[in-house]
């Protein structure tokens, strides 16, 4: 099994992300090549779920190394993600005596990397934080800063750019995820190969089987070649003011469905492998895009078990409220990346209402 590592690099900092087995048990080393010395105070934040199964490991190790090591928990899923949440976490690394040079250790899926993210963001205006990924969908979320909590009614409208010092990708974590987890997280994985590379496609449909078994050398090469795209892209637009929004395809359908059914009902890969569906058809109407696009699209998402249709009965109207909050919007205008082929998409503007409903209509049930 071979062991990757790359490194993401930005206009004035740049950081390793380390993707193989065994890693947790080097994290005082892999903390120490970063310059983060036992003399710096740690908090790990993780949910309950992952605390009950990785967290005694981490901890662990790092306090034999000889650092101190504070633990705090979050309730495992997405209606963590909140203000309140944020607020009693910061609590906690008060209570902790964090300072300017301590560093947070955010432990566990997209959830808490985000919300834990946002804690080192805010904590006396902003302290280090390393990412330790343990959901596949979080090969996403551990890259490239994007850090925040949900409103009630808009996915991540409270957040910064912050990014960590290390991102450490311990893949024998990914063993006790449940099946529906492992799915899920391989919309981001797809997602980062429709948007940028072909030849990566084409590799995840012949590896369909052993990817969703988790066979080890294929999830480290499909990790790895997720996090290339993120990293290439990232590293020419940090904070989305062009290319980055790429990494938002099948993301305004996506984040409304979450948001119209209160974050409850659907995974975030799971609506965003349907706002991939909605994508991909709006751009058949604006690109002539050939039928065997939308359908090789969609049968790559359904054969790693993800859905590309909406199954209740959300209101119309409800939908496309929300998309108009979709950070992309520009004067209540929706604009939507397409895809103009396999491997490649683009950011269109001013699409219209009534096109978007179409597809929505072709997409339901
Ligand atoms: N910041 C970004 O760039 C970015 C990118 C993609 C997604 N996101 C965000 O990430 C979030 C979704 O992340 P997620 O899918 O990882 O969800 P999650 O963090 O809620 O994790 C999913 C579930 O799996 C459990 N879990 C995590 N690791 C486990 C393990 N190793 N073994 C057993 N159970 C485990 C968790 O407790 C949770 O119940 C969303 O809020 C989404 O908006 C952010
Ligand atoms: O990193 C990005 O940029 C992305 O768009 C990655 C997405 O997968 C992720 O869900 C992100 O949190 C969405 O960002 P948002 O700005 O649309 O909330
Ligand atoms: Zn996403």
Redesign the pocket.
């Known amino acids: 099994m071979k062991e990757r590592t790359l490194e993401i690099r930005l206009s004035d900092q740049s950081y390793p992300i380390h993707i193989g087995s065994q890693l947790f048990s080097r994290l005082p080393t892999l903390l120490l090549q970063q310059g983060i010395t036992e003399d710096r105070r740690l908090m790990v934040i993780t949910?309950n779920?992952?605390g009950k199964?990785?967290a005694s490991t981490v901890v662990e190790t790092l306090r034999e190394a000889g650092y101190v090591v504070h633990l705090a928990e979050i309730t495992?899923?997405?209606h963590s993600?909140n203000l309140l949440e944020l607020e009693r976490l910061i609590g906690a690394c008060i209570v902790a005596g964090l300072d300017r040079r301590s560093v947070i250790l955010a432990l566990?899926?997209?959830?808490?990397?985000?919300l834990a993210g946002f804690v080192a963001a805010s904590y006396m205006r902003g302290i280090s934080f390393v990412q330790l990924p343990?959901?596949l969908?979080?090969h996403?979320?551990s890259v490239?800063g994007?850090?925040g909590v949900n409103h009630p009614q808009a996915?991540?409208y409270i957040g910064a750019f912050h990014q960590p010092e290390l991102v450490v990708f311990d893949v024998d974590?990914?063993r006790?995820?449940?099946e529906r987890?492992v799915r899920?997280?391989f919309t981001?994985v797809i997602k980062h190969g429709l948007i940028w590379d072909v030849h990566f496609v084409s590799w995840l449909e012949t590896h369909v089987d052993s990817l969703l078994q988790l066979e080890p050398t294929h999830l480290i090469e499909a990790i790895y070649r997720g996090c290339q795209v993120k990293a290439a892209v990232v590293s020419q637009d940090e904070r989305e003011q062009g290319i980055r929004a790429i990494l938002n395809y099948g993301h305004t359908i996506g984040h409304a469905l979450e948001a119209v059914s209160h974050y409850q009902h659907y995974?975030?890969?799971e609506a965003v492998a349907i706002g991939i569906a909605g994508a991909v058809r709006l751009s058949q109407k604006y690109f002539s895009l050939p039928m065997e696009i939308v359908e090789r699209t969609e049968a790559l998402l359904n054969s790693f078990g993800l859905p590309t249709r909406i199954d209740e009965n959300w209101s119309m109207d409800e939908l496309v409220q929300a998309m108009r909050r979709d950070k992309k919007a520009r004067n209540g205008k929706l604009n939507f990346v397409l895809t103009t082929g396999l491997g490649k998409v683009e950011l269109v503007h001013e699409i219209s209402t009534s096109d978007v409903e179409d597809v929505l209509t072709q997409i339901w049930g």
């Open positions: 949910d779920q992952v199964l990785h495992a899923g997405e993600k566990g899926g997209g959830v808490v990397g985000d343990t959901t969908l979080a996403d979320s490239g994007k850090v996915k991540n974590s990914l006790t995820l449940p987890e899920n997280g981001e995974k975030h890969g």
